[in-house]
């Protein structure tokens, strides 16, 4: 199943969104095929204020442990992560 991090960062929270930014990448390369897709939202100032993260989990117990083991989590980034079921449906490159 697929599931959405939807993670909200922190109110002046860019400088430790920054520092952490390469081993948020290297964490989610290391995902492999886990990783479907990811970017950061963008505020009002065109500066990041959040991510967008979907990954295939057998649940969302497992969904949850790779949102924990982000950096950016560890860092204390985010203000909240809601994680959701999510279903593509619209140009899934996997589906037939």
Not at 43 to 71: H, Q, Y
Request: hydrophobic share 40%; glycine share 6%.
């Amino acid at each position: 199943m697929l599931y959405a991090l939807i993670c909200t960062d922190k109110a002046d929270a860019l400088q430790i969104r920054m520092d952490n930014r390469p081993a948020h990448l290297e964490y989610l390369e290391s995902l492999g095929d886990k990783l479907k897709g990811a970017g950061p939202f963008l505020g009002e100032d065109e500066k990041p204020s959040g991510s967008l993260v979907i990954v295939e989990a057998a649940s969302r117990d497992e969904a949850a442990v790779i949102a924990e083991n982000d950096p950016y989590a560890k860092a204390g980034l985010f203000e909240n992560v809601d994680i959701r079921p999510w279903k593509w449906l619209i140009k899934n490159p996997e589906a037939n």
